[in-house]
């Protein structure tokens, strides 16, 4: 499905976002740079615009996009992403405490095991090690939750269909993000697995929140 639509992944992204994205990641991207890594690792990288942000941000750092998409790297390598490797964010290629930090940005409900995905995340974190994941959540306020759901329903899989094609992608996206555990939920999730300073950000009345956590 991702190799399917990554040549129009990233016009998608942003025409049905309204351009959110973009303030999104860069948000992110200045919280990370906050804490001064050497090494960077981030997860379910796709056409690489999350990593490129902390690329360009994080000067001498080594950033590594990893995903399991060859289509999805292929484009993030021709943008200008240095390093890349071809993995399943559920069994990793690196040794435990391999990074300073690790990322993930809309990737982590992609997994068919949230709490396995998180303690191989935990595992390659070096002791002290912070972790961010950007993920879409839905508002607290009902009537912004009652038409967010509307446009990720009704909305979002026409513009997605218009765009790449296939339908289909962006109708499991608002499955994914109906399913997905947000908030407190995700909080207590993060804290099961053995991560510590838990903290979540809701961004744009709620519809993404970034998390942050270190490895104790």
């Known amino acids: 499905m991702f190799g399917s639509i990554a040549a129009r992944y990233d016009l998608a992204n942003h025409v049905s976002s309204c351009g959110c994205d973009f303030y999104w990641r860069k948000r992110a991207s200045d919280i990370v740079a906050s804490w001064r890594p050497h090494s960077v690792l981030d997860l379910a990288t796709g056409t690489g615009d999350l990593a ?4 360009k941000r994080l000067k001498g750092a080594e950033i590594i996009g990893a995903d399991f998409s060859e289509e999805m790297l292929a484009i993030a390598s021709r943008k200008g992403l240095r390093q890349t490797v071809n993995a399943d964010a559920q069994q990793l290629p ?3 405490g391999s990074f300073d930090c690790l990322t993930i940005a809309f990737g982590l409900r992609n997994l068919s095991d ?3 995905g998180l303690r191989e995340m935990r595992r390659v974190l070096k002791s002290g090690g912070h972790l961010l994941i950007l993920e ?3 508002p607290s306020a009902a009537a912004l939750r009652a038409l967010y759901r509307f446009y990720l329903h009704h909305c979002v899989p026409i ?3 218009w765009l790449t094609g296939q339908k289909s992608a962006y109708d499991y996206l608002g499955e ?3 399913q997905f555990p947000s908030g407190e ?4 999730l993060l804290h099961q697995n053995g991560f510590g300073k ?13 998390y942050t956590a270190e490895k104790p």
Do not use: K
């Not at 490129?52 to 690329?55: E, F, H, N």
């Open 52 to 55: 490129l942000a902390l690329q």
């Open 94 to 96: 690196f040794g435990e």
């Open 114 to 116: 949230w709490d396995a």
């Open 159 to 161: 513009v997605g269909s």
């Open 176 to 178: 994914s993000i109906e």
């Open 185 to 188: 939920a995700m909080v207590r």
């Open 198 to 210: 838990v903290s979540a950000e809701p961004l744009t009345g709620g519809i993404v929140t970034i």
């Open 136 to 138: 879409f959540s839905l």
